[in-house]
């Protein structure tokens, strides 16, 4: 998924499509979403049936038998899953590994591309594919937030109070962690600005972060999007492994491949400040200042 924009707006609005797998959902994918109208149950053969667009995006909630995917552009698709829909990720050695996976894999916060049939007035999935690396960072994300939640309701009615409404948290610290041209390597530096900002953020209680990777210019976009991914997902891994940063205080990463440069592209130098990902720490306005 990609975002043409690095302003706090859009930050905030990134968390807010990545938020169902971190804090603003809970503990759990939603079993209802008044946002979805289900039209009915999809048949079980869709041999025949009118191809449909392709859908590209975020899974933003989910209801029944359908998901709702929230695509690039900020507009919304409601795709039914039937039961031959084939549920696939991808990632293995040279990206040919396919596995088959079940509809309850389908979590909030996934970004997905979905081949689609007509039915009914609505749309229904033939295909879903999501890579493996996305299935893992969501689940990661989604299951510690289980685990934190199961264990303090309080706290879960708490923190969902603080999440109600995104626009009321401030973009409080940016830190920027470096990367050499085509990696996604850490170096020695960056790991200690990581444990840096996430030690500073975790004295504040509501703090949250927000992960977001780039790339300079080098490249196709394909290859820069799918950079730009690995490097944000590198950094959650990192934080939450070494640096003792929980799942249920970490939003869904983002890439944005070479999307809003810091420099211009055109000199080494500049093309090394866009070689990077940024960790944004997130405050409520209601207590920032005030801990």
Request: net charge neutral; charged share 20%.
């Amino acid at each position: 998924m990609r975002t043409l924009s690095n302003s706090p707006k859009t930050l905030l609005l990134l968390a807010a499509i990545a938020a169902p797998v971190g804090i603003a959902q809970a503990q759990t994918v939603p079993a209802e979403d008044p946002a979805i109208t289900v039209t009915g149950q999809p048949p079980a053969d869709l041999t025949g049936l009118p191809a449909g667009p392709e859908v590209e995006g975020f899974i933003s909630a989910r209801k029944d038998g359908a998901v709702q995917v929230t695509t690039p552009g900020g507009n919304r698709a409601v795709v039914l899953i039937s039961d031959s829909t084939r549920i696939r990720s991808t990632g293995g050695f040279l990206g040919a590994s396919r596995t088959k996976l079940a509809s309850d894999q389908l979590i909030n916060g996934l970004p997905v591309t979905i081949r689609t049939v007509q039915w009914n007035g609505g749309l229904v999935a033939s295909q879903v594919t999501l890579k493996n690396r996305d299935l893992k960072t969501a689940s990661m994300i989604h299951n510690g937030t289980d685990q934190r939640f199961g264990a303090n309701e309080a706290a879960t009615e708490s923190l969902r109070g603080r999440m109600a409404d995104i626009d009321q948290y401030n973009v409080k610290h940016t830190v920027n962690v470096n990367f050499d041209t085509g990696q996604a390597v850490l170096s020695e530096s960056a790991k200690a600005e990581l444990c840096g900002v996430a030690q500073q953020a975790q004295s504040t209680d509501n703090a949250l972060l927000l992960v977001v990777g780039y790339t300079d210019s080098t490249g196709t976009p394909e290859i820069n999007q799918e950079l730009s991914e690995k490097r944000a997902s590198r950094v959650v891994n990192y934080l939450q492994q070494a640096c003792g940063w929980k799942p249920y205080r970490m939003l869904t990463p983002t890439g944005m491949a070479e999307a809003d440069p810091l420099a211009d592209n055109s000199t080494p130098q500049g093309k090394a400040q866009n070689r990077r990902v940024s960790v944004n720490v997130m405050v409520s306005k209601a207590v920032d200042g005030f801990q």
